[in-house]
């Protein structure tokens, strides 16, 4: 019984890490000037008046009373009202943007797992040839090539000059795929790469085993060799990296959510921050740091299902 | 692995050229804020090398000062993390057990979030108390020290790591025999061992730095205007790319190659000085 053991203990450090979380986030609000009320009251209100509806909003009681509440309210998902704009509850209009992001991010991580997978386990067999070196050049750019330069770059060159794609997600007739193919694609080059370096290096690993040997010796043909049994045993590293990727694709989008004009969880936040709009920062914050602890904690969970050794340890 | 010493040497010709070009970048004679001739007009013209922008501002003159802010916010953020890294590492190591462990934590803590997150609620939090300020530094302080905040936990948990192999060698041990204090030992024998490998992986993580603040900036949260950034200048050739592509080279390629010769420099310093990665 020492999986429930290690599972509560998972489920005990992230709630920590999210009570840390709410804490950082409410208090930045404390630390920056201004509150619901001068916002509200503009800034040419009297001092007193805006102290009055500091008092009727509660705000000038003691923070620590003021954090129970705060989260208590983000238990509920209730993160109150924007103070600018539409002034709409920001769960609602979370609620309409969310979607949007895990979208983009799952097509976005299928992908480069889909490629980074296949391209990984290319350069394992061939190592050190031609298929190796080409891989590796290429994960090698995909990392150094920076999101937001390739967005204006690629978005340029298949929507302007060759007028193929469209340039922004609001682009009227198009078709849902060809709006998010440049989106998705330039989003999975990140984790593409790692993807791939990772599974070259499990793989290379794998393969200098014993029982690799005993494959051959056993007869196994070579595809069965490389992938039912090397493949299978180099996966489980690469799945924790799919996972953790994930989370951080799911709290990286900005970029590309803010070149395309994707209305996502991403470019609310940057919207929010540009607008001054705190209990919206502080909800996308918080949002994105459950969501990537969530992810962690399931991450945590797969390995000892794909990894019989691992559930060995663990029992 | 000939490709590769080729690309190293590339990449510090590049960064000495840059260098170079980032203090040289006044001698230019452009303001980088002011407009000084017509938008848009083309590269060449009226003096101005790589022509001007949505503002007529000097496009050379602007990418030198893109150039500087870069340098200046990476390296800060660089020296920043340093510092606060191999301290809290050093503490992590050698520190009496009732703050170590907390602080070993925290650091793993700290890698359990999310940097950019933690950028965008401390910048949503600067920006408030910084309305447009004066100087160059006073434009880049939220960027540093947020990217400050998120770059230091990696320089910890790699003094960590180094220091718990390194202080049981032999002659850490026969030092300590010696009857030499922790601190002398600390910073005469340890220290000057990691020095190589430190300097080689926040060369690498420099890359990760600009970059960072080029992003903020692109998203309009880095470096505010009128002080340029390379983020800043690739969103306002994005904007005006339907009529004027050509401003989107220059930036975007600043930028790509920095990165690009930053990685492949690091990656030849840490072969040279990580014995693990050999």
Redesign the interface.
Known sequence: MKIAKVLATRLLYGLF?LI??SF??FM??E????DRATVEMGEKARPEMVQQRRHELGLDRPWPIRYVEFVAGAAKLDFGKSWVGTKQPVSEQIAAQLPMTGKIALLAILLAAAVGITLGTVAAIWQNKFPDGAVLTLS?LG???????L???L??LFA?VLDRLP?TYSTPNTSEFERLVLPVFILSLRPMALLTRLTRASMIETLGQEFMKTAVAKGVPFWRRMLVHGLRNAITPVVTAVGTSF??LL??S??VE??FGINGLGKA??D???S?D?PM??A??LL??GL??LV?LVVDLLGPILDPRMREAAT | MKLRAIFQWIGISFLGLLVVFAIAGPMFGHSVTEPSGPIFSPAGVGGHLLGTDDQGRDILARLAAGARVSLLVGLSVQIIALIVGVIVGVIGVFGPKWIAAPLLRFTDGMFAFPDILLGILLIGTFQAINKGGTSLLADALPVIVVLAVTAWPSFARLTVTTMQSLKDREFAVAAKASGASTTYLVTKHLLPQMVGLLLAVSMVELAGTILAESTLSFIGIGVQPPTPSWGSMVDMARRNMSSHPSLLIWPCLALSLTIFSLNFVGDGLRERFDPRSK
């Open positions: 890490s840390f979380i950082v986030v930045a609000d630390a920056a000037p201004g090698t990392v150094t090539v920076p999101n937001f330069v967005a204006p770059v978005g340029y302007v340039l989370g951080f709290t990286g900005f970029v803010t070149a936040g940057i929010a921050i540009l001054g705190m920062v502080q996308t914050v994105g740091g990537f602890i962690n």
